[in-house]
Every structure is written in structure tokens, then in C-alpha cells.
Nanobody, 125 residues
Framework: QVQLVESGGGLVQAGGSASLSCVASGSILSLNTFSITVMGWHRQAPGEERELVARISSGGSTNYADSVKGRFTISRDNAKNTVYLQMNSLKPEDTAVYYC??????????????WGQGTQVTVSS
């Protein structure tokens, strides 16, 4: 399947910015019939359920959680199999483990979903 490796994250003060990146790799990416369709970010705070933060389709269509709309920007580089999350005007409630995920298709019928290991983002007040 697809291996996802996140980078970025760390400690930032409220009002600051941070940038996350996630690189997809794996032999399946070399198959002519395989393509990554959707890439996105979820997050999970302590005691909370994992929630969608943002996603972007292969055509560039984006969706954001209401809580981050206007502050976060998701983008992707298809040539590098990489998805990014630019986070501005961070708030303490943004503190969470952020997980990268991708959805891919193999041919017309098979689909794949992969998750990264997560990266901690901590916003201090």
C-alpha cells in the first residue's frame, strides 16, 4: 500500500503559524493504473474524536472544517506525491495530533486508504 510520512509540527504560540507536509511513497505508486485521488489531514485532541481538518482532491477541490476555514490552507504537489497544510493564526484549541491520509485508486474498482503516524502540534496560550 501507500506509506505516509509527516513532517513539521511542534510548539508554537497562539497567533503563530506552522506548516505540515506529508509525502506518500510505495511501490504501488509506480503502477500506471494507480492514482491518488484525495489527500487530507485529520486531527485528534486528547479526549476527543478524530476529526477532518481539510482535504483536497486530485482536481484541486478543497474542503475545510468550519473551525479552521480562513486560517488553514491545504495544497498538494502531485509530482512529488506530497500534501501540505499551512496553519496560520493558530489557537490553543488547534492543539492535537495531526494525521495525514490519502485515498487512492487502482484501476476502476479497487481503492486504498492510508494513514500517517501523526505529528504533534501544540499551541501555547
Amino acid at each position: 500500500q501507500v506509506q505516509l510520512v509527516e513532517s513539521g509540527g511542534g510548539l508554537v504560540q497562539a497567533g503563530g503559524s506552522a506548516s505540515l507536509s506529508c509525502v506518500a511513497s510505495g511501490s504501488i505508486l509506480s503502477l500506471n493504473t494507480f492514482s491518488i485521488t484525495v489527500m487530507g489531514w485529520h486531527r485528534q485532541a486528547p479526549g476527543e474524536e478524530r476529526e477532518l481538518v481539510a482535504r483536497i482532491s486530485s482536481g484541486g477541490s478543497t474542503n475545510y472544517a468550519d473551525s479552521v476555514k480562513g486560517r488553514f490552507t491545504i495544497s498538494r504537489d502531485n509530482a512529488k506525491n506530497t500534501v501540505y497544510l499551512q496553519m496560520n493564526s493558530l489557537k490553543p484549541e488547534d492543539t492535537a495530533v495531526y494525521y495525514c491520509n490519502v485515498e487512492g485508486r487502482l484501476g476502476v474498482q479497487r481503492s486504498f486508504t492510508s494513514w500517517g503516524q501523526g505529528t504533534q502540534v501544540t499551541v501555547s496560550s
